[in-house]
């Protein structure tokens, strides 16, 4: 187990190059949400915390789709001093670079769209920017801000004056959807979705070092199988990437892999797959397990992945055989903890799970939209949660074993909760005021107006990890949702970007005497 930990901290810290922040999706490329380095937003500081700043940036959103999660690299020596430097990418193309300590921007571009979109936009297929930049090292430049635009062209950014340090390099296909950035062994990759402008969904991976060379992919499914966890592809120790699958066809000999966890090699070819028992009930009901992003975390000898998806019952997965010689037993499938009315729209785990080890003890945090199954038993409840909440489970040994989780706590209310980030004992997390369900009771499709008419302003929590109390909330000050979005801490400030362009950003202040 340490030697499987330290491993993991070191391909951290390669990815990082010791860099502070909150560098990508997730924190890291394991996707865990662990916020390792956080010394300020403390459970003795927490009940200090305000909103420092707020600014609304020229950012129109398209659809529902705005402002991505914040990307931040911390303690930067400039000529103005030491600065953290807060990026957001928006929906219509546009790059914000700002000072965390003011709200000021340094620096913005909107970048060249070079292709145009041959659908018209949705909410589902909105042709916007839709994924979460990344800050890590490009070969031969240093540190570097990517960020991926709507036409599918990867960009590269000195971070803090805006200098492109690269040409724009085809990744994915224009307005494919495209989710979180990771990087490993100095490939970018990227997941496509939901078949927006007609491309198959998939990974697609860009090689840095030659970055002028044509991308490479893995296709899930000729038609179906999105892969649209917020956080993208998360990666093992050994360097192969994990994603979660949508709905859709299921044939291994002709290469459809529809509600599947694949395994893939860091060139994308499949390495291993769990593909769950009941998975033609699954896409049966539309119970999408693409909707999630997998995380990936250390567990005494193993390197354990958990997945989940709409059906609301979460799988713990061995890296190293994922599911077993038939591909469809896992260590262990637990009962589900929410959707007991088996609907697709809304219910369910949505986004990212989280992760952390305190004293010797594995915590895993799912969002779970609606409420839990009556047949789930939280030894610490906070009250109805007919909206939505965040679930926490202890990663325990079975009796032969292998891991199970047991049920910790359920949270207060949330509409709708989003991948929370845990850092110093503490579960932040954001409901972020979207509205889930996606059909009226006529069966028509909703379209984005009448979705957005349903949302309300966001709210942002810190709860204590281990009994999941309400150790501080933001109440009212937040006044727009935020949609497929999520919170970002760094350098004991919290950032949040709305629909509507503002980004609110809470912490203890500058510290200084007036």
Same mark, same amino acid.
């Given at each position: ?41 403390? !459970? ?59 709200? !000021? ?10 292709? *145009? ?22 070969? @031969? ?89 917020? /956080? ?27 509600? *599947? ?104 945090? /799912? ?8 047949? *789930? ?19 325990? /040994? ?26 110093? @004992? ?35 929590? /810190? ?22 979005? @999520? ?14 362009? *503002? ?12």
């Amino acid at each position: 187990m340490k030697l499987l930990t330290a491993f993991l901290i070191l391909s951290t810290s390669a990815f990082s190059q010791g860099v502070r922040g909150w560098l990508a999706s997730g924190g890291d490329p394991q996707r865990t949400h662990w916020n390792r380095t956080e010394t300020e937003l403390t !459970k003795d500081s927490i009940k200090r915390i305000k909103l420092e700043w707020t600014v609304k940036l020229d950012s129109p959103p398209k659809e529902l789709t705005n402002l991505s999660t914040a990307v931040v690299r911390s303690r930067v020596s400039t000529h103005l001093g030491i600065i953290d430097m807060v990026a957001f990418a928006g929906a219509s193309d546009r790059v914000f670079v700002l000072d965390g300590d003011s709200g !000021k921007t340094l620096w913005q571009k909107t970048l060249d769209v070079t292709a *145009t979109p041959q659908r018209n936009p949705s909410w589902l297929c909105p042709n916007a920017l839709t994924a979460t930049p990344i800050i890590a090292p490009l070969p @031969g430049a240093g540190q570097a801000l990517f960020v991926l635009a709507s036409d599918g062209r990867l960009h590269a950014f000195n971070p803090l004056t805006g200098d492109p340090l690269m040409p724009p390099a085809q990744l994915a296909p224009a307005f494919s959807k495209m989710w979180s950035l990771n990087i490993s062994r100095n490939i970018v990759y990227t997941t496509t979705s939901q078949g927006c402008n007609g491309v198959k969904s998939g990974v697609w991976g860009l090689d840095l070092t030659d970055p002028a060379k044509k991308s490479f992919n893995f296709l899930a499914a000729n038609n179906g199988a999105g892969i649209w966890g917020r /956080a993208g592809a998360a990666v093992l120790s050994d360097g192969r990437l994990v994603v979660e699958t949508g709905d859709g066809p299921y044939d291994l000999a002709t290469g459809q892999y529809s509600d *599947t966890v694949l395994f893939l090699t860091p060139d994308l070819k499949l390495a291993d797959y769990y593909t769950p028992a009941n998975r033609d009930w699954i896409t049966k009901k539309d119970l999408d397990m693409g909707n999630m992003g997998a995380v990936v975390f250390p567990w005494q000898n193993r390197e354990l992945v958990a997945a989940s998806g709409k059906e609301g019952a979460i799988f713990l997965l061995d890296a190293k055989s994922p599911g077993g010689s038939d591909h469809r037993t896992p260590l262990y499938r637990s009962p589900m903890f929410t959707n007991e009315v088996i609907n697709f729209s809304g219910l369910g785990f949505w986004g990212a799970m989280s992760t952390w080890e305190s004293q010797g003890t594995r915590w895993l945090y /799912a969002p779970a939209w609606g409420p839990p199954t009556s047949y *789930t038993n939280f030894p610490q409840a906070h009250g109805a949660t007919p909206n939505g909440s965040v679930m926490a489970f202890k990663v325990e /040994a079975a009796a032969d074993g292998t891991p199970k989780l047991t049920p910790a706590w359920n949270s207060v209310d949330m509409m709708l909760p989003a991948p929370v980030i845990i850092a110093n @004992g503490i579960v932040f997390a954001l409901a972020d005021g979207d509205y889930g369900v996606q059909f009226n009771p006529q069966g028509a499709l909703l379209n984005s107006e009448q979705r957005k008419a349903n949302t309300r302003p966001a709210i942002l929590y /810190a709860l204590d990890a281990t009994t999941g109390e309400v150790l501080w909330s933001s109440g009212d000050t937040i006044k727009s949702f935020s949609h497929f979005s @999520g919170l970002t801490l760094a350098g004991g400030r919290l950032y949040v970007g709305t629909q509507d362009g *503002t980004v609110y950003t809470f912490g203890l202040g500058s510290g200084m005497i007036p």
